[in-house]
């Protein structure tokens, strides 16, 4: 895969040339990087990984078509708290995040988020709603998340259906997310605002 970026590039096309944008770099050269992940993640569980892996490359012509508010875009020296129960359901989207320069911690649970912040500064807080946390199921977690930051960090929810997102507990986040392409459009518009 990085070779065929590497040749395609600056393809020439009848009319003149075409360059890939850092984002569409960015999707393109983090697959691999997500599926190399997903095949340490699922090494024994071959069916598990190649499902992982289809769900991958589903995501990439969604990526590939996001749009960053200037164009281009360098996260280097910002970094993310991600927060999600089921990490690998994110991989990909993180890998793009950090082609683009920023940095990603991963909490599993409200409490381990709650205490990287104590011991570190992020620029960025992305969370899902509900999750597994102390061997139950918290279908609120996120909005609590949120709740408990109270404004100090951006947060963005990333969630399976806007449709079923509180409007009323998730007036507090920077944004709300239901796909790829708007949770990095999201993060890039928060990090490059935060600068």
């Known amino acids: ?24 770099k960015a999707a393109v050269n983090a697959l691999p990087d997500a ?12 069916d598990q990984l190649a499902g992982f892996v289809r769900d991958q490359l589903n995501k990439l012509p969604e990526l590939q078509e996001t749009r960053l508010p200037t164009g281009q875009s360098n996260l280097t020296g910002r970094s993310i708290l991600w927060v999600d129960d089921q990490p690998m359901n994110n991989v990909y989207e993180s890998s793009v995040l950090k082609r683009l320069g920023a940095s990603i911690v991963s909490a599993r649970s409200t409490d381990e988020a709650l205490a990287f912040l104590r011991q570190d500064r992020f620029d960025l807080v992305i969370s899902d709603v509900g999750r597994e946390e102390n061997d139950r199921r918290n279908p609120t977690a996120g909005y609590e998340l949120l709740e408990k930051l109270d404004g100090r960090y951006p947060l963005i929810v990333y969630t399976s259906s806007l449709a079923r997102l509180n409007q009323e507990r998730a007036r507090l986040a920077f944004g709300a997310a239901d796909t790829p392409r708007r949770v990095i459009e999201l993060a890039v518009q928060a990090l490059e605002s935060n600068m």
Do not use: H, N
């Open 1 to 24: 895969m990085p070779e065929i970026v590497k040749r395609l590039k600056k393809a020439e096309i009848p009319g003149g040339k075409f360059e890939f944008s850092d984002m569409q």
């Open 35 to 46: 599926i190399e992940e997903g095949a340490q993640a699922y090494r024994d569980k071959p």
